[in-house]
């Protein structure tokens, strides 16, 4: 059964299948571009210790082929098509998806269903550990030297939101090609899946085509409840984790503070918080650390995960400056606590948040990660003027409120 509903240009339709497979697309047929994906509930944090890493090896192994096409044959004609195609694992889901021009939807949507039933064979899984295996070393070795991974294992533990996206070495040598197909079975089946669209679409052709390349998808049951829901507290002690050791010109630290889920609606206001704490120009640490010289870098940005969230605290900065930098940013942080936030400040960030919202809208393949999102995490659409009225909404006495609700107290420390 389909719905639908108009948001300026813009129309939401969405339909699901006797499979499963949930469809959701936001519809412009003025725009230029179609743009299409998988999004996958299925991340690092789903994985068991034997599966570390398994989630981020198998989008590497979709494109290696399929019943139908060699992984030279997948590549050849993701060139044929143009446009743009990527892939990404985070915590909590794996995206496939491309942009292309209208006229190519039928081909676009055909591949890229393809690719979500892909062969695993021996040989390629060997080969791709391989490649895995080397963007680990090539990550390791490069600043801020892993502090991001070994700040979330610091928060969450080793396991669940904790666990590494791309695994470990020691667990990516142990994998088996028996040991991913298991889990590819359990994880993609089409109730587990949404297929996002954007753009110029064909939002009939669409579903009708789905239907007809998922009938035979199998539909076992997929797992309700996480495998590891997150703590409530950090599992160990609040202490300062320190990376390995390295000859660097400049020292790294990480920091969390909680902060809203990505059911909470309390996470439009903390977006608004963090902007106005540590964007990246304009913002109080803006003007505090990188505008007097003292750091290089000094951010804040929220995360929000299913069930729970956190407020990153970013500072790059010389060693001999990284405790007096602390020092100011905690000062910061209690100004904050103390007295709230201005309204102006407040205002300005508002206006750089929905002008960020609607340059994103003018393409669809940005407009596509929020519409998959959205509805894999809340079968939940937000249109533009609802995203901008969301904002709108916040308050001085609401950001107050929140900061009450969530003390910005620092709960894991990082440094590299």
Known sequence: MAASSVSDSATFQQATLPNGLRIAAEIVPAAYTAAFGYFVRSGARDETDLESGLSHFLEHMVFKGTARRTAAEVNRELDELGGQSNAYTSEEQTVYYGTVLPKYQHRKVELLTDLMRPTLLDADFQTERMVILEEIAKYEDQPPFGAFERSMESRYGLSGLGRRVLGTTESIEAMTPELMRAYFEQRYQPSNMVLAASGNVDFDALVQQATELTADWPTLPVPSKLLYPAPERSPGPLEPLSTKPVDNA????????????????????????????????????????????????????????????????????????????????????????????????????????????????????????????????????VGLDEIIARYEAVSVDSIQQLIQNYSMETITEVRS
């Open 250 to 381: 400049l020292a790294y630290v990480v920091r969390h503070a909680n902060a809203p889920n990505a059911l909470s609606d309390d996470r439009i206001a903390m977006r608004l918080l963090s902007t106005i704490l540590g964007d990246d120009g304009s913002s109080r640490l803006f003007w505090e650390l990188i505008d007097t010289g003292r750091a290089e870098a000094a951010a804040t940005w929220t995360q929000e995960f299913l069930d729970s969230g956190l407020m990153f605290l970013y500072l790059s900065c010389a060693p001999e400056d990284v405790d007096s930098n602390l020092r100011l940013i905690d000062e910061v942080l209690e100004r904050v606590r103390r007295d709230g936030v201005e309204k102006d400040e407040l205002e300005r960030a508002i206006r750089k948040t929905t002008a960020a919202a609607i340059m994103q809208s003018e393409r669809p393949g940005s407009r596509l990660f929020s519409v998959g999102a959205n509805w894999l995490t809340r079968n939940e659409y």
